[in-house]
């Protein structure tokens, strides 16, 4: 009975050695092929073009010799005299981003405008396409637009870049530009090279302000109206009318004699009574509607500048009503 036991127990041991060494060559077998199959693609590299607080920080190459590294969205460099006060400055403009794929290659990249001024009267503009490569936020080109350029509108459209810009045309005195152009650019390598947008120029005229309703943004450069009540104008040649907050308008406009001249005529309006507050924006918005002496474009913004009680001069700004806005 002693040996039949010892017998049994002995080939219990024999099967549970061979079970565990099967399960150990599977368990090899098992790792010899994955170790043999490819490997899971990995990659750090972000989605999505680069953001607005990215490229705040990112280096531009192309507006000076050397390149210039933002912080916050700015760079300031050394006096250019160590006893004067010019010195080059460059900052993006604020609220302007375009995404798109730009060359082809499934990614999509940014493209962003910046302002370059170094202490005398003009403020030159910039275009800069950003992406990323190798995880880094990269400049890939940069182009310059002009000196004290206004943008009406831009666009990514396909593969290129497309601004609606006013710009001095060859009769025009660079403080008061009057032609109004589509600019284009495709991005070939490190470059943004210039393409026919297809779009003849014209002159600038109200005729450009007509089409949407804008909406009072801001009262003056660094008073941004109230959301409510909503502050509005329309353009329809020679005529305006909108919502003062509380009083519907009216009145006429004429164009002076140098691009972007305007003159306001006496304003005439419903008479609802409102709350004070709204009274006071209304009669304030009335009041610098008509001193209005010229008319331009900010990113995209309607600018009223107007003559101030104390000589200086202010400008209200506006947006255009989106569609089923």
């Not at 090279?193 to 002159?203: A, F, I, L, Q, Y």
């Not at 140098?258 to 409102?274: F, N």
Request: net charge negative; aromatic share 4%; hydrophobic share 35%.
């Amino acid at each position: 009975m002693a040996k039949k036991r010892a017998s049994g127990l002995l080939c219990t041991l024999v099967v549970a050695v061979l079970a565990t060494s099967l399960l150990s060559c599977d368990q090899a077998d098992t790792a010899a092929e994955d170790e043999s199959a490819p490997a899971m693609a990995t990659t750090n590299e972000p989605s999505g073009a680069p953001s607005v607080e990215t490229i705040a920080g990112a280096t531009i190459r192309g507006i000076y010799d050397e390149p210039v590294q933002l912080q916050g969205g700015r760079y300031e460099g050394e006096p250019f005299d160590p006893e004067g006060s010019s010195r080059p400055r460059v900052g993006l403009v604020e609220d302007f981003l375009l995404t798109g794929d730009l060359n082809g290659d499934g990614a999509e990249e940014a493209v962003t405008m910046l302002w370059e001024s170094s202490g005398g009267s003009g403020t030159y503009t910039y275009l800069a396409a950003l992406g990323h490569e190798g995880g880094e936020i990269v400049n890939l080109a940069t182009a310059g637009i002009g000196d004290r350029v206004q943008l009406r509108d831009g666009r990514i459209a396909g593969d290129r870049i497309e601004l609606d810009v006013v710009q001095a045309g060859p009769q025009d005195a660079a403080c008061c530009p009057g032609e109004m152009a589509t600019l284009a650019w495709a991005l070939d390598g490190d470059a943004l090279n210039p393409v026919d947008s297809g779009v003849e120029t014209t002159r600038l005229s109200v005729a450009a302000l007509t089409g949407p309703e804008w909406v009072l943004d801001r009262l003056d450069r660094e008073e941004p109206a109230p959301d409510k009540p909503e502050v509005t104008v329309l353009f329809e040649e020679n005529r305006i009318a909108g919502g003062g907050g509380c009083n519907r308008y009216m009145g006429t406009v004429t164009e002076g004699d140098m691009p972007g001249d305007l003159t306001v005529g006496l304003l005439a309006s419903t008479m609802m009574a409102c709350p004070p507050e709204v009274m006071e924006l209304e009669d304030r918005y009335r009041q610098q509607l008509e001193k209005v002496v010229k008319y331009g474009f900010l990113n995209r913004q309607l600018n009223l500048t107007f003559e101030k009680d104390d000589g200086n001069v202010g400008a209200m700004s506006f947006t255009p009503r989106q569609i089923g806005g």
